[in-house]
C-alpha cells in the first residue's frame, strides 16, 4: 500500500524575505576610469575632461540615472501587464542635481542627488482608475525609485498620459550638461 505524499511547496512564503543577489565588479583603469563587468556585461564609468576624466564614457552617477529609467520601465510593463493593460508607448526622462561641494570635500553636504525630477510619458489602454492604480503600484514596487526616495532626496514624478502620436521626443539632458555641474 502507497501512501500519498504532498508535492513540495513552490510557492515561497510572502512573510519570509526573498533575497536576490545583485553583484558588479570593477576595475580602476586610469584617469577617473573604470571598467564594470555585470554577469556577461561589461561597461566603463568615466568624468568629462573638466573633472579629470577623459569623457569616454557615462559617468557613475548618470548611470545611475538611466538606471533608474530602466529600472521604472521595466516595472510599469509588468504592472501594466497584471492589470491586463495594453502599453502602446513608453518614455522616461530624468533630471538630477548635485551640490560637487561633497564630492570635492569643500563643504559638509551629501555628495549623492539633492533633487530629482523624473517625467514618465506613457500610453496605456486604462480608465482613470487603472491610471491610478498603476501608478500608485508602479512607484511603490520600482526600487531604483525607493532607493532614491529613502535617500532622503527631493524626488518628483510628473506622469504624463498621453496617445503615442504625441509623445514627443523627450529631451534628454544629463545634470552635468543642464548645469555645467561635473561629479
Known sequence: MSTFAPAATTT???????????????????????????????????????????????????????????????????????????????????????????????????????DYALTIQIDVDADDSQRAELVRLSEKRCPAINLVRDAGVDFTIDWQFVQAAQVPVVNHVSATQSTGIEQ
Not at 14 to 37: L, Y
Not at 83 to 109: E, I, K, P, W, Y
Open 12 to 114: 515561497p512564503n510572502a512573510d519570509e524575505p526573498q533575497f536576490k543577489s545583485v553583484r558588479a565588479r570593477g576595475t580602476w583603469q586610469t584617469r577617473m576610469t573604470t571598467d564594470v563587468s555585470i554577469r556577461d556585461f561589461e561597461f566603463r564609468t568615466d568624468e568629462p575632461e573638466p573633472a579629470g576624466g577623459t569623457n569616454s564614457a557615462p559617468t557613475p552617477m548618470e548611470f545611475i540615472a538611466g538606471a533608474l529609467n530602466g529600472c521604472i520601465t521595466v516595472v510599469i510593463e509588468s504592472v501594466a501587464a497584471e492589470l491586463n493593460l495594453s502599453l502602446r508607448a513608453l518614455d522616461t526622462a530624468s533630471h538630477a542635481h548635485m551640490d560637487v561641494r561633497g564630492f570635492h570635500g569643500t563643504a559638509d553636504v551629501s555628495p549623492h542627488f539633492h
